[in-house]
């Protein structure tokens, strides 16, 4: 076999063993469905903020997700296909993270657009000449918003949980390893980190979900010294909150390292969002 045909027999491969575990993933191209987000000549002060929930996308594409038919976006692609479906279609989608609303909000609309003279991109790493004052800014904002000595930004989310997983679960000599104790529920991106920490030497615990009595077995069978427990304050998929002030006590009598990641909480929880 060719070198292309390797290559291609493994793709074939890999994508029949998705299919078959039901893992295969599809892009579905929609919008925000609120009229004032099309037209230019609204002023971002005259905009209503738009609802969270409500998109548009294409016939096509409501078509192919309704009937859950592989797709990589194709459904929104100029095509001279004259029985394909453009019209958009006004639905709602539950699904969203964006629970407030906040990525269309004509408040941020307008921040962002009051600064675009400052230019668009990183730049560079943040190591090398890609950290702004207006992102040191920020993290000074959300510091004080969750009552903490300091803040660090993170291009997303998934990164930070791994890097920050990985980071505290490190071992050098004569340090311990570190034990970790995870929900079994947590969001994929805390796994990943924990099995990248499992890669330098740390244990990994699964706990069920949200089963304090069962942790607390967990940690007290553990001999390692240093021990994390890492979860979500409020699971994303199935939307219930952690028992954090029974991990904030067991803590206090265990004395673990308690990690939690506040993603889906921040802002919609607690009196002042933090």
């Known amino acids: 076999m060719s070198n292309q045909e390797v290559w291609d027999s493994w793709l074939q491969g890999a994508v029949a063993k998705l299919h078959g575990a039901h893992l295969l993933r599809s892009l579905r191209p929609i919008a925000p469905s609120d009229p004032h987000l099309c037209n230019a000549n609204t002023h971002l002060e005259q905009r209503d903020p738009p609802s969270p929930v409500d998109v548009c996308l294409t016939g096509d594409t409501l078509r192919a997700w309704l009937a859950d038919e592989p797709s990589a976006g194709g459904q929104a692609v100029p095509t001279t296909d004259s029985s394909a479906d453009r019209e958009l279609r006004h639905v709602k989608l539950f699904s969203t993270n964006d629970y407030l609303g906040l990525s269309a909000h004509p408040a941020v609309a307008k921040a962002v657009s009051s600064h675009a003279y400052l230019g668009m991109g990183p730049r560079a790493s943040a190591l090398v000449a890609g950290y702004t004052m207006q992102q040191r800014e920020l993290e000074h904002a959300l510091a004080k918003l969750k009552e903490t000595e300091d803040c660090l930004l993170f291009p997303s989310g998934f990164s930070a949980n791994t890097a920050v997983v990985y980071a505290l679960s490190s071992s050098t000599s004569p340090s311990p390893p570190v034990a970790i104790f995870s929900d079994e529920l947590n969001h994929a991106s805390i796994v990943d980190g924990a099995r990248l920490a499992k890669s330098s030497g740390a244990t990994l615990h699964v706990y069920r979900h949200g089963d304090v009595e ?18 979500d304050s409020v699971f994303s998929m199935d939307g219930d909150v952690a028992p954090l002030a029974r991990l904030a006590e067991l803590r206090r009598r265990l004395g673990f390292l308690l990690v939690v990641d506040e993603a889906h909480a921040t802002l919609v929880y607690g009196a002042r969002g933090g």
């Open 214 to 231: 069962h942790l607390e077995q967990l940690l007290v069978a553990s001999s390692s010294p240093r021990k994390m427990v890492v979860t």
